[in-house]
């Protein structure tokens, strides 16, 4: 399968600041990718060089057969953007906004407009100005905007910025949903880790400008995972003999913590705990997007 998306070795400079360094990547249609880093690591000045909205200083990229550097008009057409700043006018209310900005697209739909209200929860207040919006509000309007034309690419960048837990759960929910019946292609830029677990097919780790590692949750688990932190939040005792030639921690309340060799080795204790006790819950602690992302970040500091 070819890439949709292409960069090979892009490099891009703000001065004598260099904000990315030789990148290159590859991205199938209909994939949901998490782009990770630090602030400054270079997301946002991807997102914009894709786009089209500034040139690289050297590498190339393609989107659907596309260069941004001379269709950045034909790509911007198929592309939806969330960013901070949403780009609305103030003065006029929600639905204006979006009418306005659906025939500029030229894909002005009053229905599909009232449908995206009402799915992000805006219809009783599209009549409102936005500038009397609340951030959670103004962040949901602009997903509506991003989402107007039907997209075949979407970049969300932090997108649940000023969402309340409603608002989130809305949000991601819809994103997974889109993309699994529309096949909607999405960059997703975040700092809250957890959410994106469980809508990325594949996360990219940025680092001062420079890609550190790249893969599915479970190729970064089997390539950085060398030890299994469990916890176990069991009735057993400190003392018990299940323990020997184990490493572990009284956790108090919260159960124990075992260091384990690799996950082959969880099943076996379970089942010597529950011939002698209950389980109430089991957690790999080092396994979710977090400590994978400080993990990698930690071994090429080293």
């Keep these: 399968m070819n890439a949709f998306i292409k960069a090979d070795k892009v490099s891009k400079n703000f001065g004598a600041h260099k904000v990315l360094k030789e990148v290159s990547f590859k991205v199938d249609k209909g994939k949901v990718v998490g782009l990770l880093g630090p602030n400054g690591a270079g997301k946002t000045t ?68 009232q449908t995206l209200l009402e799915e992000f929860e805006l219809a009783e207040h ?49 994103v997974s949903r889109l993309n699994h019946e529309e096949g909607t292609t999405i960059f ?49 005792n400190i003392k018990s003999d299940l323990w020997n030639g184990l490493q572990v921690k009284n956790l108090g309340v919260k159960g124990f913590e075992f260091k384990l060799s690799n996950k082959g080795e969880i099943a076996p204790l379970l089942q010597k705990i529950a011939e002698e006790s209950w389980i109430h819950d089991v957690h790999i602690q080092n396994r979710d997007l977090e400590s994978l992302y400080f993990k990698i970040r930690g071994e090429s500091n080293e």
């Design 46 to 113: 991807i997102i914009r060089l894709l786009n089209g909205v500034i040139i690289a200083d050297g590498g190339s990229m393609e989107i659907g057969g596309w260069n941004p550097r001379v269709n950045g008009h034909e790509i911007r057409k198929m592309c939806g953007i969330l960013t901070d700043g949403a780009g609305m006018y103030f003065e006029m209310s929600g639905a204006e906004n979006l009418e306005f900005f659906a025939k500029i697209y030229g894909t002005y739909e009053k229905k599909r407009i």
């Design 188 to 236: 997703l830029c975040s700092h809250i880790l957890h959410q994106l677990e469980d809508v990325c097919h594949s996360f990219m780790f940025l680092e001062n400008g420079s890609i550190l590692e790249s893969g599915t949750k479970q190729e970064l688990e089997e390539k950085y995972i060398n030890q299994v932190t469990l916890r176990v939040e069991t009735g057993l």
């Design 126 to 174: 599209q009549k409102k100005k936005v500038g009397l919006y609340s951030t959670g509000m103004k962040k949901r309007l602009g997903m509506i905007k991003a989402l107007l034309h039907r997209p075949q690419i979407l970049f969300l960048d932090e997108p649940t910025n000023g969402l309340d837990p409603e608002g989130i759960r809305l949000v991601y929910d819809y």
